[in-house]
């Protein structure tokens, strides 16, 4: 006769317990099957936040370098004219007002020594008008004041 060596698992209290330890094991796998999940989904959510923060640093960066700190060298040739008039021209010879901008008058004024393309010059850079309006203005002021004489 042979005799067994070990627990009887045939008894109904050893199948309870083998039946514990399976599900215990089971739950164990579902709780870190969820674990694993949840880790992945914490994983993306930190890497759309990261992804987010960069493009928000990039367009910080973008928005500053749009915005020069210093003034950029603008060559001799690319500036517009200014032309600086002297103190004391002389007597006011004529004056006129001239509409720069929709409602908007300004006052010219000729003096006895000052020629009438560089207050025209001066008048257009104060103002910011095109440069083209330098010679239809001094073209106007000319015939206003009759230097020249237009056949009629």
């Known amino acids: 006769m042979t005799t067994k060596v070990g627990i009887d698992q045939s008894h109904g209290f050893m199948q309870e317990i083998i039946n514990n ?13 969820l ?10 959510y930190e890497d759309k936040l990261r992804i987010e923060e960069k493009k928000k640093r990039e367009e910080r960066r973008k928005k500053r370098e749009k915005v020069p700190t210093q003034q950029n060298y603008i060559p001799p040739s690319q500036r517009k004219v200014q032309i600086t008039p002297p103190r004391y021209l002389g007597k006011t010879v004529f004056k006129m007002e001239v509409e720069y901008g929709p409602n908007k008058y ?23 008008l095109p440069v083209d309006n330098i010679q239809t203005l001094e073209a106007h002021i000319t015939m206003q004041m009759g230097l020249v004489a237009f056949p009629s």
């Not at 999940?37 to 914490?42: D, I, S, T, Y």
């Not at 020629?115 to 257009?124: D, E, G, N, P, T």
């Open 106 to 128: 300004a006052p010219i004024k000729i003096r006895e020594s000052e020629c009438i393309k560089k207050a025209c010059q001066l008048f257009v850079s104060r103002y910011d």
């Open 21 to 33: 330890q399976f599900d215990r094991k089971s739950y164990q796998l579902e709780v870190e099957d």
């Open 35 to 44: 674990k694993a999940v949840r880790e992945k989904k914490v994983e993306e």
